[in-house]
Each structure stands twice: as structure tokens, then as C-alpha cells.
């Protein structure tokens, strides 16, 4: 494994390039934003091939790009604030964001990622605020920007506090800011939608320990991280196990699959429309709930739980398109609830996949408009923080989305060769989803265990037979 070693050039603060017109306003958080607070800043950036140009002349266009970027978030380059009667908001105060350049010329961009070796610890260098709990978004800035150089290569990192954005959120403005560097555009076509008038906005308080909350899981623990690279026909093939008992023949389910679709659970995306669910949607397990269902059984396995212990598979979920009306689906914050299917240890391995994968592809069906606004209803009741974690050691929380266009973040001299994170959240059983980098449905998920339960996956046949051995 390389050794990592980063070493700090310059670090600066970007300002919008033109004074917002929100300019001292505020954005108050939402029953979606405040209970992550205490989770850490997302941490997720590209790694590029070295530019046709100088580092100095990269460095310049980044800044330059970055700061026209945040004239259209505002947002971002404001600060938290907590009012009198214990309300936060984001104050758009145009304070600014971090810019750091730092190189790493020692490491090589095949040398960190490679597909069968754990991922490497220089990843977390390669980001700013390294487990950073969102609170703390009342003192530092709101997001930081760490462009790292290599000897073939750059790497691109971008932290941006969790309780001011989802991943949706997160990659439009990181996609945004790719497509302004490469100078395809002035002036964006999707904007973000930065109103307040959704379900999630509520008069409930969130009261904080003096010196504000802590993250909920133990960062000192020994981990294990690792990509596991999913063609498309791997994902087919898993998604023709798990629905072997549907009134679906091969071919119907084949033809069905392109990029974009092959995500799709439920009418739209994952969605339940008017309340409405057509029977085959209905029936079909999708290709990412067969998926999740193989590595829960798999990891369920390696982790050797008694037969009665239950066993949590934990996903997030976006709620822009099951709410009745939609909300904008570039509405910027936090807009995701999360998902918990349980089931024994015993069950989970003793039926089959098909079994599992129902039980995930049943509960994101009924989360629809009236399910999400129970949890709003819930969380008012006793407004809470997210209890990110695996508190009794059977538990794995899936996050980000093979949906999310990681790769459209193109600087201007081509598509990223790998998407990578930091260190920001990562506890045994959290798992990451994110596109293959030849799309067309592939998958690579970042998988994050304990060292005793990674071993005994990588010797998992059922779960390794799927797996790439290239990315």
C-alpha cells in the first residue's frame, strides 16, 4: 500500500465572485438537515488525469470557477448560526469557502487504485476537515476545496457540511463547478431551488448538550475499506436470482436495462406517484435492491450472528419525487429520510436472496407521499440527531447512489478516473454506492468492515463470484 504523505502548498478563501443577493439572509434548517449536525462533513472527490497545463494555470481556473460557482449556492459560502429561540439557519453571508493546493508527487494515480488492494489511507490527506462533525459549521467555513497533485495525475476533493446538503445537493454543486471550469457555460441551466416551504421546514427545536453534540459512533476503531467493482451483466444476473419467482421471463427483464433506467425500483425514480403503483413496478425487485440484498446476506454470514440476532439494512432515500406535490428536483439541503429493514440473522441466510430483496424492495415502495410525512411528524415529536452508527454490530447503513453523475465531473480535459471519499463517516457495516466508470448500470460499492468480517467476505463465494477484478 503507498504511503501517504501530502504536503500543503497554498490555502486561501474564495468568495463569490459577485455579492449574493441573498447577502444576509438566512436559510433556516430543515427536520431533514438538523439531525445531521453531529454526522460528519461529506467528503467525495475525482481523481483526473494530470491537465494539459501547468498546475499553476489549474489552480487559477479552479479559483476562478469556484468562486463564480458560489455566486449561483450562495449558501455554501455562508455560515451556520443559532438564533435566540434555538432555531439554526445557514446566515448567507458571503464569508467564503477554503481553497487548498497540496501535492502528493510520490504517488501515482495507478498505484492508489487498485482494485484488489484495500484503499488506501492517503485518500483521507486528500481532503480538508477530516472528520469534522457539521456543528462546527458555526466556526469554519462551510465548505473546503483541495485540489492534491500527484505525478500523473490530480486529485479533486470537495467537504461540504452534511447538514446543508445531501448527496443530491452535493453533487449539482460539484458538477456545477466541473462544468463552469471546463467553460461550457456562464451561467447555469439548474439552478438550485433554495426555498423553504416544503414539509420538512417545522417550528420544532433541536436543543443541543452545552458545547454541541458529538458524532454517535467511535472513530478509533480498526477498519477495513475496500471498492468492489459490479459490471452491468454481474448486477443482471443478481436481479434474475432475486426475482426467480415473478411472472418475469428472461428476456423481459434483460431488455429493460439501460443506464438510466436500471436503477429505477418503482414509477420514476424509486418514487410512488399520486400514490399510485403499477403491478409489474410493484412486483419487480430491482437490480440495486438484489445487489444490496447480496451483500447483506453475505456480510450477515461473515460476520457469524446467532440465528435469532436481528440484523438492520439501513438506506437513505431521496424524498424530493414521493412527496405529493414534488418538490424541485434541484432543491438544495437535505431532502432524504432513512429506511430500516430488519430481519433475524437466521432468516437472512436460511431463505434466499429473493426473500431479502423483497423485504428491501417492499419497504422503498411504501415510502411514499404519506410514509415521509410520517417521519416528519415523528421527528417533531421528539426531535432527535441521526444515530449514525452499528451500536449492536449487526447493522449496515447504505449511502450516496449509483444514480448520483459522479463522473460528469469533467475540469475540461476528461472524465474522472475514479471517484473516491475521505474518512468522513465510515464505521463497520457503512457502505457507499456509486456508478461504474463505464456507466451502462455498473456499480462499485465502498465497503467498510471490520478486519475479521472484510476477511471472511473476500472469501465469500456467493458474494465474490459477482465482483470485478477491474475498474
Not at 40 to 61: F, R
Not at 139 to 165: M, R, W, Y
Not at 242 to 260: H, R, T, V
Not at 267 to 273: D, F, L, R
Request: aromatic residues 10%.
Amino acid at each position: 500500500m503507498p504511503a501517504s504523505s501530502v504536503t500543503l502548498v497554498s490555502k486561501c478563501t474564495i468568495y463569490p465572485q459577485t455579492k449574493s443577493e441573498s447577502n444576509n439572509k438566512s436559510l433556516k434548517l430543515s427536520v431533514s438537515d438538523l439531525p445531521m449536525l453531529s454526522c460528519h462533513y461529506i467528503q467525495k472527490g475525482v481523481l483526473l488525469t494530470y491537465p494539459p497545463y501547468s498546475i499553476e494555470d489549474l489552480v487559477h481556473s479552479l479559483k476562478q470557477s469556484l468562486a463564480l460557482t458560489l455566486t449561483h449556492f450562495p449558501a455554501l459560502a455562508g455560515r451556520l448560526i443559532t438564533d435566540p429561540n434555538g432555531y439554526v439557519h445557514i446566515e448567507c453571508n458571503d464569508a467564503g469557502v477554503d481553497f487548498i493546493q497540496a501535492k502528493a508527487k510520490h504517488l501515482s494515480t495507478q498505484t492508489i487504485i487498485s482494485p484488489r488492494h484495500d484503499v488506501p489511507n492517503c485518500f483521507r490527506e486528500f481532503f480538508a476537515f477530516d472528520r469534522t462533525i457539521s456543528y462546527l459549521g458555526h466556526f469554519k467555513p462551510l465548505v473546503a476545496v483541495q485540489v492534491t497533485e500527484l505525478s500523473d495525475g490530480v486529485f479533486i476533493g470537495c467537504t461540504v457540511n452534511h447538514s446543508v446538503t445531501d448527496g443530491t445537493s452535493f453533487w449539482h454543486f460539484f458538477n456545477t463547478f466541473a462544468e463552469i471550469c471546463k467553460g461550457e457555460t456562464k451561467k447555469i441551466t439548474k439552478l438550485p431551488d433554495f426555498s423553504r416551504d416544503t414539509v420538512f421546514n417545522s417550528p420544532a427545536v433541536l436543543k443541543f448538550p452545552p458545547g454541541g453534540p458529538k458524532v454517535t459512533f467511535s472513530g478509533d476503531q480498526p477498519l477495513r475499506e475496500r471498492i468492489f467493482h459490479f459490471t452491468r451483466e454481474s448486477i443482471l444476473k443478481l436481479k434474475l436470482r432475486a426475482n426467480n419467482n415473478k411472472n418475469y421471463n428472461n428476456s423481459e427483464i434483460l431488455g429493460k436495462q439501460c443506464n438510466d433506467v436500471i436503477w429505477r425500483a418503482v414509477n420514476g425514480e424509486n418514487g410512488v406517484p399520486n400514490g399510485k403503483v403499477t403491478k409489474n413496478r410493484m412486483e419487480e425487485i430491482s437490480s440495486f435492491q438484489s445487489l444490496s440484498a447480496q451483500l447483506w446476506r453475505s456480510v450477515t454470514r461473515a460476520r457469524k450472528l446467532a440465528t435469532n440476532k436481528t440484523t438492520t439494512f439501513r438506506m437513505a432515500v431521496n424524498c424530493r419525487h414521493r412527496l405529493e406535490p414534488r418538490m424541485d428536483t434541484y432543491y438544495f439541503g437535505n431532502a432524504i429520510q432513512s429506511i430500516p429493514t430488519v430481519a433475524s440473522a437466521g432468516d437472512v441466510l436460511s431463505r434466499d436472496l429473493r426473500w431479502c430483496a423483497d423485504l428491501l424492495h417492499r419497504n422503498v415502495v411504501a415510502h411514499n407521499n404519506d410514509t415521509v410525512r410520517l417521519g416528519v411528524a415523528d421527528w417533531e415529536r421528539d426531535p432527535r440527531l441521526f444515530p449514525l452508527g452499528n451500536f449492536d454490530g449487526a447493522s449496515i447503513t447504505m449511502g450516496s447512489s449509483p444514480r448520483f453523475p459522479m463522473y460528469d465531473n469533467d475540469f475540461g480535459w476528461g472524465r474522472p478516473l475514479a471517484v473516491r471519499s475521505g474518512g468522513a463517516n465510515k464505521f463497520d457495516g457503512k457502505i457507499s454506492a456509486f456508478p461504474g466508470r463505464e456507466g451502462n448500470g455498473s456499480v462499485d460499492l465502498e465497503v467498510v468492515l471490520s478486519p475479521e468480517t472484510m476477511a471472511m467476505l473476500e472469501t465469500d463465494t456467493e458474494f465474490m463470484q459477482y465482483v470485478s477484478g477491474t475498474v
